[in-house]
């Protein structure tokens, strides 16, 4: 049996919790945190970000000793830098999207063009303008990477969101702008449009026209081929795999850690180096047991959106997080939810705007309300509670 050393990233806390309706409570994260860590993993993350409980499970696991373990999931901001490095954490993963299409959408001075309110990167947008917004996004993922590995003093890897929709060019020109600060660069298929062959072609590709940096992949399962587009990238020279456990996740969920492992070990002859192959089944069962699955790809269950975040884009842009024509989407409310989430429900199905200082009362409640009732809330439910004055 040939050993293999990549590396394994396990996402089952923080990307496969944002699976929509999921819940996982504190004593749920730790307990899971502490069976993935006896995997041989080589770290897990959790967002600090999201609310005081996530920082008080990353800072409580730090002080046990999981500090090498632990890496935390970031966006793109200096405080949300700062609130790792005071969690104790030494390794962030900062995410950014790099396709013209979440560009477009998230670029600041883009959001104030009143010409451009309402449009997409679909509606004939000027080549130069298109040229300005990605000048723009690598200044601010520079300045972000020095200031996390110079000031912060953290180690650092980079995900590419939505990197498969990513021009070419321009990921090349990314990757070798990036690659001073960081370890790993990590391309993320977001919403699962790759196939086997060309995620062997694209990672091929990528190494033959970059050096310095290692690749790492996170690819969800829309079209239900994360595993194999998975294990193509690694045949084709990826060094390290992103993942959950049983492969939850939002939509349809990411590629199962324990098929990419046992499928290396079992079609390749390959076994990853570090990885305790017995302590897999004791995860996986765990979360069999409390009844959790991923969405079927293709199905109505995988169109379920409640990361704000994500709600937030398909409120300007349906193309963003969602790849299948004529899908219904969805929005479910919960921990992970934001001000968005409100007005995708007020403004796009029952058009009755709110005022924003509204929609920010109901997101502080329900964050509260689905922390303390450990659950999730459906649209009907946010209704209940707005008739009945539950967000005064």
Excluded at 205 to 210: A, I, P, Y
Excluded at 211 to 225: K, L, R
Excluded at 229 to 239: E, F
Aim: net charge negative.
């Amino acid at each position: 049996m040939e050993t293999l050393p990549i590396k394994i990233y396990d996402d089952t806390l923080r990307d496969g919790e944002q699976q929509a309706g999921l819940f996982f409570s504190y004593s749920t994260k730790y307990e899971l945190a502490h069976l993935i860590d006896k995997t041989g993993v080589d770290g897990f993350d959790i967002m600090p970000c999201v609310c005081d409980e996530e920082a008080k499970l990353a800072k409580t696991l730090v002080s046990e000793g999981f500090g090498s373990q632990i890496f935390a999931a970031t966006l793109m901001n200096k405080q949300f830098i700062d609130l790792a490095k005071d969690c104790g954490i030494n390794r962030i993963v900062l995410i950014y999207a790099l396709s013209d299409r979440f560009l477009f959408l998230r670029d600041p001075q883009i959001r104030l063009m009143d010409e451009f309110k309402g449009k997409t990167i679909d509606d004939n947008i000027p080549t130069n303008l298109i040229d300005k917004i990605r000048q723009n996004a690598i200044d601010l993922i520079v300045e972000n990477l020095r200031y996390a590995t110079t000031v912060a003093g953290l180690r650092v890897d980079f995900a590419a969101e939505d990197a498969s929709r990513t021009d070419f060019d321009f990921l090349v020109q990314c990757i070798r702008s990036f690659s001073p600060y960081i370890e790993n660069f990590i391309l993320s298929d977001t919403v699962g449009i790759l196939s086997p062959e060309k995620s062997y072609i694209w990672i091929n590709d990528l190494l033959q026209s970059t050096t310095g940096v290692a690749f790492g992949v996170h690819y969800h399962n829309d079209m239900g081929m994360a595993l194999e587009n998975t294990l193509q990238s690694v045949m084709a020279g990826a060094t390290l795999v992103s993942g959950t456990f049983a492969g939850i996740g939002e939509r349809a969920g990411n590629v199962a850690i324990e098929q990419v492992l046992n499928g290396l070990r079992v079609r390749f002859g390959i076994e990853v180096k570090g990885i305790n192959y017995d302590a897999i089944a004791p995860v996986t069962d765990y979360i069999e047991q409390m009844g959790i699955r991923p969405a079927p790809p293709y199905s109505r269950t995988a169109q379920r959106h409640e990361t704000g975040v994500h709600v937030n884009s398909l409120l300007s842009d349906p193309k963003s997080y969602a790849v299948f024509p004529h899908s219904a989407i969805d929005v479910v409310f919960g921990k992970w939810s934001g001000v968005s989430n409100f007005q995708y429900l007020f403004e796009k199905q029952l058009q009755n705007p709110q005022p924003r200082e509204q929609y920010e009362k109901m997101r502080s409640t329900i964050k509260s309300l689905a922390t303390e009732q450990e659950r999730y809330f459906t649209a009907n439910d946010v209704l209940e509670f707005w008739k009945n004055g539950v967000f005064k």
